[in-house]
């Protein structure tokens, strides 16, 4: 339990997942570990900080109900990045009072919860948009605000139980606790226990996302397709009728909104892939890396700052809330942009058929 300690006390290097590649004999540390983490952490402890403000300060974002999830996830990443400062102060020698054993439990498993809640909350968000797009006429009674706290909760209670029994010998719910030794020479895998969680989590969430998107787009094809043959039919009768409906189909916020979170969902699984293709593996003994785990992890990890970035260059609405945030400090930029959108004409009124 304390071999990485007693290691340190006799001279020799410390435990490092990337090896002598990592290892500054001046700093005694791994300099590469430390870098990437305390990169990984202040990016994702900024970037979500943004999120859960600009929500806060821009009242349209609550316009949907998948802002509430949205807003679960920021609090989850932001808890992640709080979490990676332990790896970090350990890997720096602050933490050498602390049980290896128990940190390194610990994080791996408050990890493992917080990453868990974002990936429910993400099939959530596709199941919402598929009930909106599905059943406009009976969304507001089927999702209601009480519905939406108790589905939060659940996530949240579900994601913390499912990962419980690693804490009672029965595998290992990830690596990211491999920064400590005793995580990653004494802390195994259990091809039982990898199946457990990949059956739980893992496989219902990603095909639930599969099948709700799926069907959303296959939806909206169709739709396209109806008004295109009523077009032609009708032409004579409705030249000017579907060039103001074709602009409205092409501003409406539901379908602007829906591929917003088709590009989150699909970020985060892109990064992954990674992690889940090696955990896999290596729980059944197929293949196993102490790079490659170090790697596909914070891979894993860095996802938790994506959301910010995808938001910002994907949702107007956020924009402007993040330039509402940040005017007190640039003044000068933002009547420099208020000043541009003076002249631009009102745009037409929205279809309310296109709201939820």
Known sequence: MNSSSDANQSGSPPFCLLGAVGYSHSLDTCVLEVVVILFLTVLIIAGNLVVIFVFH??????????????????????????????PSLSLLHYL???????????????????KSVSMASLACISVDRYIAITRPLSYATLVTPCRLKVCIVLVWVYSALIFLPSFFGWGKPGYHG?????????????????????????????????????????????????ITQRHARFSSQTEGDKGERGERCEGCPDKR????????????????????????????????????????????????????????????????????????????????????????????????????
């Open 57 to 86: 300060c821009a009242p349209l974002l609550h316009h949907h109900t998948t802002s509430h999830f949205i807003q679960t996830m920021a609090y989850a990443d932001l808890l992640v990045g709080v979490s990676c400062l332990v």
């Open 96 to 114: 050498r009072g602390l049980n290896e054993e128990f940190t390194c439990k610990a994080f791996g498993y408050m990890v493992s919860v917080l």
């Open 178 to 226: 491999d920064i400590f030794q005793w995580c990653a020479d004494s802390w195994k895998t259990n091809p039982g226990f990898s199946t457990f969680i990949v059956a739980l989590l893992y496989a219902p969430a990603a095909l639930t996302v599969c099948f709700t998107y799926g069907s959303i787009f296959r939806i909206c094809r169709q739709h396209t397709r109806e």
């Open 257 to 356: 909104y829906a591929m917003v979170l088709f590009r989150i969902t699909s970020v985060f699984y892109v990064l992954w892939m990674p992690y889940i293709l090696y955990f896999l593996l290596e729980s059944a003994r197929l293949y196993q890396h102490k790079v490659a785990s170090f790697l596909t992890t914070w891979l894993a990890i860095s996802n938790s700052f994506c959301n910010c970035l995808i938001y910002s260059l994907s949702n107007s609405v956020f924009r402007k809330g993040l330039g509402r945030l940040f005017s007190p400090l640039f003044p000068s930029c933002l009547s420099c942009t208020d000043a541009k959108k003076a002249p631009v004409p009102v745009s037409p009124r929205s279809d309310p058929r296109c709201q939820v």
